[in-house]
């Protein structure tokens, strides 16, 4: 399942690249042309990078969130439960080693 989310994301972070070379390209292409101006298409692609980059902390986020709650649904013990457990038990076991010597 992290496999999976992993896959997904490295996806969308492949596609944000494609997208942002073919979006530097196009502003290339409307300078050449004259139709922007350098200062604009610089302008643009600042726009787009900060839009994006908003973009992805939000679905990072997103996913940190819907990841948190898989795990608390699913049957999986976390390894800071289980060392938290782990340190109970060596407590009770020293109180009951304890408590034996006290009888004897």
Not at 17 to 36: F, H, R, W
Request: net charge negative; proline share 1%; hydrophobic share 40%.
């Amino acid at each position: 399942m992290i496999d999976a989310l992993k896959h997904t994301l490295y996806a969308g972070l492949g596609a944000t690249v494609v997208t942002a070379e073919k979006l530097e390209a196009a502003l290339q292409d409307l300078v050449s042309k004259g139709k922007i101006s350098a200062e604009e298409a610089q302008s643009t692609a600042k726009k787009v990078a900060e839009e994006s980059k908003k973009e992805f902390q939000d679905a990072q986020s997103s996913l940190q969130s819907l990841f948190a709650d898989l795990l608390a649904k699913s049957p999986v013990v976390l390894k800071k439960d289980l060392e938290a457990m782990e340190k109970r038990i060596e407590s009770l076991e020293e109180e009951i080693a304890n408590l034996k010597q006290e009888d004897s």
